[in-house]
């Protein structure tokens, strides 16, 4: 089963509007955790590593005022768009690593289609 | 130069048939090699996971690591149409955190 969950799964909102996205570990405490931007037909971007109880690390060219992550406890991160725009529209995935298991690979969430008229 | 390259197709084949999705790597610090499988509107699922130059098998899938060419390749045996869905091949290196994804391959497997 599914162990990283993501919600909503689906939003549309009109422009200017700041929608927040929640990504859950659902059987394990995640220190660490991801968020990834994938437009049509593109691969997986990193947006930004969200670490637990400090700030996140965001990628070059990722605006950290824009992309606001929080990640407040250890089973839960969240990513908000602020004041979104019709070329924020895209796929939003998050993904955690379970600490028990060191180097093993990232577990994701299946995503959030954020659509913005 | 991307860091990893992977063909984007998209590949269609006869169900029953062998598949044999590629990447190339540039980066030789990379140790860890993954394979995502995407449906669409889906997060990525992971197929297999291997560090090690060689193969491993788990049912239908064979995934091959070259290091010394730096390629990889992920191998489905007797193709349903079930395995439809776009191909993620995913490189980090040990004790970071990022990983470098290639583009994706989207496969069709036509009854």
């Known amino acids: 089963g599914a162990v990283?969950?993501?919600?909503?799964?689906?939003?549309?909102?009109?422009?200017?509007?700041?929608?927040?996205?929640?990504?859950?570990?659902?059987?394990?405490q995640a220190t660490t955790m991801f968020w990834y931007r994938q437009f049509p037909k593109q691969s997986l971007m990193l947006m930004a590593t969200s670490n637990?109880?400090?700030?996140?690390?965001?990628e070059q060219g990722v605006e950290k005022d824009k992309f606001l992550i929080n990640h407040a406890s250890l089973t839960l991160s969240t990513?908000?768009?602020?004041?979104?725009?019709?070329?924020?529209s895209s796929f939003y995935i998050c993904s955690a690593r379970s600490p028990r298991t060191g180097n093993q690979p990232q577990h994701f969430g299946d995503g959030t289609r954020l659509s913005i008229l | 130069q991307k860091e990893v390259e992977q063909d984007p197709g998209p590949l269609?084949?006869?169900?029953?048939?062998?598949?044999?999705?590629?990447?190339?790597?540039?980066?030789?610090?990379?140790?860890y090699f993954m394979w995502y499988r995407q449906y669409s509107r889906k997060g990525p699922e992971l197929l297999m996971y291997t560090y090690s130059s060689g193969n491993k098998e788990d049912g239908r899938f064979t995934?091959?690591?070259?290091?010394s060419s730096?390629?990889?390749?992920?191998?489905?045996r007797d193709s349903q149409p079930s395995d439809s869905a776009t191909y993620l091949c995913a490189i980090f290196t040990g004790g970071g955190n990022?990983?470098?994804?290639?583009?994706?391959?989207?496969?069709?497997?036509?009854?």
């Open chain 2, 70 to 76: 730096k390629y990889i390749s992920l191998f489905i």
């Open chain 1, 79 to 88: 990513l908000t768009v602020t004041s979104a725009h019709p070329e924020d």
């Open chain 2, 98 to 111: 990022k990983l470098t994804f290639g583009t994706g391959t989207q496969l069709k497997v036509e009854l």
């Open chain 1, 4 to 28: 990283v969950s993501q919600h909503p799964s689906w939003v549309i909102c009109k422009s200017g509007t700041s929608v927040k996205i929640e990504c859950r570990s659902l059987d394990f």
């Open chain 2, 12 to 31: 269609s084949v006869p169900e029953g048939a062998i598949v044999s999705l590629n990447c190339t790597y540039s980066n030789s610090a990379f140790q």
């Open chain 1, 52 to 58: 637990e109880g400090s700030k996140a690390t965001y």
């Open chain 2, 63 to 67: 995934a091959q690591v070259d290091k």
